[in-house]
């Protein structure tokens, strides 16, 4: 099954940055869209970013202009900068991808914590 590794969160002050990042192994059928979700104590996960095989990117509004995904599909790979942190930004960020058989995996998570 795949196997979905993230890395690059942390502790980081309110305007300061963060990249995330996530490979992705023992891949079976090839991967469509990879996304990123995000998901803080007491709310439902939501999608922070996706970006298809093709580059086709779509934002959250409430990141928007403030993130920016991008993957290397020869890689497997995704990641997320993230810049002009706020508080509100605190959360578990998970790697998710979408094999071209529509099944979804996820990775186990990384925690971003921005300090006000």
């Known amino acids: 099954q795949v196997q979905l590794v993230e890395s690059g969160g942390g502790l980081v002050q309110a305007g300061g940055s963060l990249r995330l990042s996530c490979a992705a192994s023992r891949i079976t059928f090839s991967i469509n869209e990879m996304a990123w979700y995000r998901q803080a104590p007491g709310k439902q996960r939501e999608l922070v970013a996706s970006i298809t095989r093709g580059g086709i990117t779509n934002y959250a509004e409430s990141v928007n202009g403030r993130c920016t995904i991008s993957r290397d599909n020869a890689k497997n790979t995704v990641s997320l900068q993230m810049s002009s942190l706020k508080p509100e930004d605190t959360a578990t960020y998970y790697c998710?991808?979408?094999?071209?058989?529509?099944?979804?995996?996820w990775g186990q998570g990384t925690q971003v914590t921005v300090s006000s």
């Open positions: 998710n991808a979408v094999d071209r058989k529509a099944y979804a995996w």
